[in-house]
């Protein structure tokens, strides 16, 4: 009985993390929009279904049922994805609008280039004194500031 709750710990551990990091592998992403997206509604509306008859059979013994523990999968799969992805765009806002505040006290001349780290990009216009700040926030979505319109823009993979 220990031994199959330690394979599920893992299992749910790995779906965890497969599912935080799934949003920014691009061929993943690829893949589940173009191929996935219908079998995993499908199995999503499924398994909400299957766990609302399952709550009110079994009430308090529900987690104790292996085919509950199955049908749980996709939903916290795709539930560790949204949630990768909405943490990411956050921290990144945070950490660039830091970066905005430092650049705005030195109005006069802009950087050339500028150290910046997690995925942030900075970008200096060659013919005017602006700048571009840009990062991914998962699912081929990116952010870019522009500090010549001061507003942020999101581009998705189609633009």
Request: net charge positive; hydrophobic share 45%.
């Amino acid at each position: 009985m220990k031994n199959k709750f330690q394979i599920w710990k893992l299992l749910f551990s790995l779906i965890i993390v497969f599912g935080f990091v799934t949003p920014f592998i691009d061929n993943f992403v690829t893949i589940q929009v173009f191929f996935l997206i219908i079998p995993f509604g499908i199995i999503l509306i499924f398994s909400i279904i299957i766990f609302i008859v399952n709550l009110f059979k079994f009430k308090k013994e529900i987690f104790n049922q292996s085919s509950m523990k199955l049908i749980l999968v996709i939903p916290i799969f795709l539930l560790c994805q949204i949630v990768s992805s909405f943490t990411v765009n956050k921290i990144q806002k945070i950490r660039c609008e830091k970066i905005i505040t430092k650049l705005q006290k030195r109005s006069e001349n802009f950087p050339e280039t500028l150290e910046t780290n997690f995925g942030i990009e900075y970008k200096k216009s060659k013919f005017s004194n602006n700048y571009e700040l840009k990062y991914e926030t998962g699912f081929f979505v990116r952010e870019i500031f522009s500090s010549e319109n001061r507003d942020w823009k999101s581009y998705g993979w189609n633009d």
